[in-house]
């Protein structure tokens, strides 16, 4: 999971097709943490979905602009350029579910 630098967020809300998604967390995080290494395994299972990182405290526009509510978040930019979010990681094939429909261009979450 490549993390982002500021400023990479921006580009992606406007120049990089989906589907995509990014892992919003902070450092501290204790479910930030398992929903990462959950993630990676989403990862090996999809390695051609493109995945990213972002820390919050390094980026706190990306909150306001996706008005992101808690940590962890997963943001998912579908193939219509259409943006969900999740919140819960309740299993690494649930994850994997939300991704097959952003990459089917079906409706997200």
Request: hydrophobic residues 40%.
């Given at each position: 999971?490549?993390?982002?630098?500021?400023?990479?967020?921006?580009?992606?809300?406007?120049?990089?097709?989906?589907?995509?998604?990014?892992?919003?967390?902070?450092?501290?995080?204790?479910?930030?943490?398992?929903?990462?290494?959950?993630?990676?395994?989403?990862?090996?299972?999809r390695?051609?979905?493109?995945?990213?990182?972002?820390?919050?405290?390094?980026?706190?526009?990306?909150?306001?602009?996706?008005?992101?509510?808690?940590?962890?978040?997963?943001l998912?930019?579908?193939?219509?350029?259409?943006?969900?979010?999740?919140?819960?990681?309740?299993?690494?094939?649930?994850?994997?579910?939300?991704?097959?429909?952003?990459?089917r261009?079906?409706?997200?979450?």
């Amino acid at each position: 999971m490549l993390e982002w630098e500021n400023g990479d967020w921006e580009r992606a809300w406007t120049d990089e097709p989906g589907p995509l998604a990014v892992f919003v967390h902070t450092p501290l995080c204790g479910t930030c943490a398992l929903a990462k290494r959950m993630l990676a395994v989403v990862e090996q299972i999809r390695p051609d979905f493109r995945l990213y990182a972002a820390n919050l405290n390094a980026m706190p526009g990306i909150a306001q602009t996706f008005r992101i509510e808690s940590v962890p978040c997963l943001l998912v930019k579908g193939k219509d350029g259409g943006w969900a979010k999740q919140y819960r990681f309740p299993s690494v094939t649930d994850i994997v579910d939300s991704l097959d429909q952003a990459y089917r261009g079906e409706t997200l979450l």
